[in-house]
């Protein structure tokens, strides 16, 4: 049987002291067939569950056994609904923490009732987007994650249209709130961004997990492939004293002030990016605020906008 049931019905057995094979099925929503093979292994398995026939007969725990499930701490059971429980969590979380919360010992029950309470989550941005809405295939990866199959997937890198490609999802990591899929595929492990994936089918094929795999490892690793293109390109110049506070939440970690102000005011800075041509663009809505001294690329590129610019609007 699978995990997920075997706990679903050690917390039902539980909750509800005894119960019937009907019952279970409606609870887990499967055959009764299949509910009434789950009890018998757990019975197999060592659990303390057995049957009673006749009329108020059913299933429950030997001598009204309780199991705990959990073994957490007050504060442990209070982090984990402070985290997993905001009001706008999905339907099938909030029932599973109704569930979570029947399971804990008495005294735990009113902190974690009171955690799921304590927060709110807004998932949408400051221009009113959906921040969930591009990551519709999520659900899709997570469950191919979960049962070890492979998937076709579509996906569309920036600019280009969308390709099919067969791929072995090991697991889903998030980065500064951005979800990716890490998986394995015939140039080794790659790391997908979610936004991007436009359509999943599960192949039916199992997935082959490399030796050793560990997901955080694999994750780091790809990590550092992706950062290091973030600072494949340094451009060095000098910004107008003031300009530094634009400048740091354009670039947070990747900008460098280059000593004091001169005596002209201006600041020597070093900003780094995956390309001359990036950040050329990225510079160019501060004008006259920030003068690029090198590369000459990127100063090019600032002269061809410039030029661009000025062909659409006029000069000043």
């Known amino acids: 049987m699978r995990a997920d049931r075997l706990v679903a019905l050690l917390l039902f057995l539980q909750v509800r002291g005894r119960v019937t094979v009907a019952q279970v099925a409606a609870e887990l929503d499967v055959a009764e067939r299949t509910a009434r093979r789950d009890l018998e292994a757990l019975a197999a398995a060592g659990i303390p569950v057995y049957s009673q026939r006749g009329r108020g007969g059913g299933w429950s725990l030997v001598g009204g056994a309780r199991t705990d499930l959990t073994g957490l701490t007050a504060d442990e059971s209070r982090a984990l609904f402070l985290l997993a ?61 979960v049962d070890g199959v492979q998937v076709r997937m579509g996906y569309a890198k920036p600019g280009r249209p969308a390709g099919e490609r067969t791929v072995h999802p090991l697991g889903i990591a998030s980065k500064a709130g951005v979800s990716y899929l890490v998986a394995g595929t015939e140039s080794g492990l790659r790391a997908f961004r ?11 094929e199992p997935v082959v997990r490399p030796d050793g795999f560990d997901l955080a490892t694999a994750w780091r690793s790809l990590a550092a492939v992706m950062e290091d293109r973030m600072y494949a390109v340094t451009v060095r110049g000098r910004a107008e004293a003031g300009a530094e506070g634009v400048l740091q939440r354009l670039f947070g970690a990747r900008l460098r002030i280059i000593g004091p102000a001169v005596a002209d005011g201006w600041l020597g800075i ?27 690329a990127a100063r090019a590129r600032l002269a061809e906008l410039a030029s661009e610019l000025a062909a659409v609007y006029g000069p000043p």
């Open 270 to 296: 070093e900003v780094d990016g995956p390309s001359a041509e990036v950040l050329a663009a990225q510079l160019a809505g501060l004008g006259s605020r920030v003068e690029i001294l090198e590369p000459a």
């Open 194 to 204: 979610l936004s991007r994936v436009t359509s999943v089918a599960a192949t039916g």
């Open 85 to 145: 429980g905001p009001s706008s969590a999905s339907p099938e979380l909030r029932t599973a923490l109704r569930k979570l919360v029947r399971a804990l010992p008495t005294p735990l029950r009113p902190g974690a009732e009171a955690a799921v309470r304590a927060g709110v989550a807004d998932a949408t941005d400051w221009s009113r987007t959906a921040v969930t809405a591009d990551e519709p295939q999520l659900g899709a990866l997570q469950r191919a994650v």
